[in-house]
Protein backbone atom coordinates (compact mmCIF):
# COMPACT_ATOMS: atom_id res chain seq x y z
CA UNK A 1 0.00 0.00 0.00
CA UNK A 2 2.88 2.18 0.78
CA UNK A 3 4.23 1.95 -2.88
CA UNK A 4 0.49 2.28 -4.87
CA UNK A 5 -0.05 5.63 -2.30
CA UNK A 6 3.57 6.91 -3.33
CA UNK A 7 2.65 6.71 -6.75
CA UNK A 8 -1.01 7.71 -6.37
CA UNK A 9 0.20 11.29 -4.61
CA UNK A 10 2.45 11.50 -7.46
CA UNK A 11 0.37 11.33 -10.11
CA UNK A 12 -3.14 12.82 -8.85
CA UNK A 13 -2.72 13.96 -5.74
CA UNK A 14 -3.87 14.15 -2.45
CA UNK A 15 -8.14 14.90 -3.02
CA UNK A 16 -8.44 12.78 -5.93
CA UNK A 17 -6.23 9.98 -4.71
CA UNK A 18 -8.23 10.10 -1.35
CA UNK A 19 -11.05 9.83 -3.23
CA UNK A 20 -10.09 6.85 -5.55
CA UNK A 21 -9.23 5.03 -1.86
CA UNK A 22 -12.38 5.64 -0.58
CA UNK A 23 -13.92 4.45 -3.74
CA UNK A 24 -12.05 1.09 -4.15
CA UNK A 25 -12.23 0.21 -0.73
CA UNK A 26 -15.51 0.24 0.81
CA UNK A 27 -14.86 0.56 4.68
CA UNK A 28 -16.93 -1.77 6.74
CA UNK A 29 -18.31 -0.67 10.29
CA UNK A 30 -16.70 -1.74 13.12
CA UNK A 31 -18.68 -1.92 16.58
CA UNK A 32 -15.42 -2.33 18.89
CA UNK A 33 -14.95 0.06 21.56
CA UNK A 34 -12.75 2.68 21.80
CA UNK A 35 -10.10 1.11 23.98
CA UNK A 36 -10.02 -2.21 21.84
CA UNK A 37 -9.97 0.00 18.37
CA UNK A 38 -6.73 2.46 19.61
CA UNK A 39 -5.07 -1.10 20.31
CA UNK A 40 -5.67 -2.49 17.22
CA UNK A 41 -5.01 0.43 15.49
CA UNK A 42 -1.29 0.65 17.24
CA UNK A 43 -1.03 -2.74 16.14
CA UNK A 44 -1.48 -2.01 12.64
CA UNK A 45 0.78 1.42 12.96
CA UNK A 46 3.89 -0.90 14.43
CA UNK A 47 3.01 -3.48 11.41
CA UNK A 48 3.24 -0.50 9.37
CA UNK A 49 6.62 0.97 10.88
CA UNK A 50 8.06 -2.37 10.34
CA UNK A 51 7.65 -2.66 6.78
CA UNK A 52 9.24 0.70 6.38
CA UNK A 53 12.16 -0.35 7.92
CA UNK A 54 12.92 -2.76 4.97
CA UNK A 55 11.77 -0.33 2.25
CA UNK A 56 14.84 0.28 -0.46
CA UNK A 57 13.07 4.37 -0.07
CA UNK A 58 12.04 6.58 2.21
CA UNK A 59 8.04 6.88 2.39
CA UNK A 60 7.66 10.86 3.73
CA UNK A 61 4.42 11.31 6.53
CA UNK A 62 1.76 12.06 3.73
CA UNK A 63 2.58 8.40 2.46
CA UNK A 64 3.00 6.85 5.58
CA UNK A 65 -0.32 8.78 7.14
CA UNK A 66 -2.11 8.12 4.04
CA UNK A 67 -1.55 4.74 3.81
CA UNK A 68 -2.30 4.24 7.69
CA UNK A 69 -5.13 6.08 7.35
CA UNK A 70 -6.40 4.20 4.50
CA UNK A 71 -5.33 0.81 6.48
CA UNK A 72 -7.38 1.46 9.31
CA UNK A 73 -10.91 2.42 7.63
CA UNK A 74 -10.81 -0.95 5.90
CA UNK A 75 -10.83 -1.90 9.40
CA UNK A 76 -13.65 0.04 10.48
CA UNK A 77 -11.52 2.31 12.67
CA UNK A 78 -12.49 5.59 12.47
CA UNK A 79 -9.17 7.57 12.05
CA UNK A 80 -7.97 11.23 10.54
CA UNK A 81 -5.23 12.13 9.11
CA UNK A 82 -3.98 15.61 10.09
CA UNK A 83 -1.22 17.92 8.44
CA UNK A 84 0.27 20.77 10.61
CA UNK A 85 2.65 23.50 9.41
CA UNK A 86 5.23 25.60 10.47
CA UNK A 87 7.80 28.15 9.60
CA UNK A 88 11.57 26.65 10.46
CA UNK A 89 14.53 28.88 9.81
CA UNK A 90 12.42 30.63 6.74
CA UNK A 91 11.28 27.58 5.17
CA UNK A 92 7.63 26.74 5.33
CA UNK A 93 7.34 22.94 6.39
CA UNK A 94 4.45 20.47 6.80
CA UNK A 95 3.99 17.14 8.73
CA UNK A 96 1.33 14.54 8.86
CA UNK A 97 -0.23 11.99 10.97
CA UNK A 98 -2.98 9.82 12.21
CA UNK A 99 -5.05 10.87 14.97
CA UNK A 100 -7.68 7.96 16.47
CA UNK A 101 -9.26 10.23 19.47
CA UNK A 102 -6.44 11.92 20.81
CA UNK A 103 -4.14 9.13 20.27
CA UNK A 104 -0.87 9.75 17.78
CA UNK A 105 -0.54 6.67 16.37
CA UNK A 106 2.16 7.16 13.88
CA UNK A 107 4.16 10.17 14.31
CA UNK A 108 7.48 8.62 16.77
CA UNK A 109 7.95 10.99 20.37
CA UNK A 110 6.37 14.92 20.05
CA UNK A 111 6.73 15.77 16.51
CA UNK A 112 3.65 17.09 15.44
CA UNK A 113 3.62 19.58 18.37
CA UNK A 114 6.03 21.59 16.68
CA UNK A 115 3.61 22.08 14.05
CA UNK A 116 0.15 24.31 13.90
CA UNK A 117 -2.23 21.19 12.50
CA UNK A 118 -5.08 22.65 10.60
CA UNK A 119 -8.35 22.96 12.26
CA UNK A 120 -10.17 19.61 11.83
CA UNK A 121 -9.21 16.77 9.65
CA UNK A 122 -8.22 16.94 6.25
CA UNK A 123 -9.44 13.48 5.56
CA UNK A 124 -11.59 11.57 7.89
CA UNK A 125 -12.57 7.93 7.20
CA UNK A 126 -16.19 8.60 6.55
CA UNK A 127 -16.98 9.14 3.18
Do not use: Y
Request: proline residues 2%; positive net charge.
Amino acid sequence: MLSVTRAGLKFTGLRRWRALLVRLAPRKASFASAPLQIADARKIASIQEAVLRHLNWHANCLERSLALWWQLGRRGIESDLRIGARKEAGRFEAHAWVELGNAVLNDSGETHLHFAPFDGSILTTET
